[in-house]
């Protein structure tokens, strides 16, 4: 939860006007009590089949335990990826939280 608290609270990435979810394979009432306890006001979306992760190809670095790893998928107005990262799996650093500086950077060039 700290990536999606310290997203939420970053003016750098407030100003990109991207609007952040949260998906997890973790149950709604998980991902709610987990939410409230950090104070997240992000939407937490539960994947527990994980349809949207597959649909969105992040799978392809799923863990060893078979879920999502740290990926980020930007998503344009139009329904089509933008852009997409994974972080977590081991081929791409093993990294859980991802400096907000290197995200802002990163997304902004593909926002047009």
Do not use: C
């Not at 100003?15 to 937490?44: C, Y």
């Not at 990926?71 to 139009?78: I, N, Q």
């Not at 089509?80 to 290197?102: A, L």
């Amino acid at each position: 939860m700290d990536q999606i608290v310290d997203l939420e609270n970053s003016p750098a990435f407030a100003a990109l006007d991207v609007k952040l979810v949260n998906l997890a394979t973790d149950s709604l009432p998980v991902l709610t009590a987990a939410g409230s306890q950090w104070g997240v006001t992000t939407p937490l979306l539960s994947d527990s089949d994980q349809s949207v992760s597959e649909a969105y190809g992040v799978m392809r670095w799923a863990t060893p335990g078979g879920e999502p790893s740290h990926t980020f998928v930007l998503v344009g107005e139009d329904g089509t990826v933008k852009w997409i990262q994974d972080y977590g799996h081991s081929d791409n650093g093993g990294r859980m939280y991802v400096p907000i500086t290197e995200l802002v950077n990163t997304i902004s060039p593909n926002l047009q």
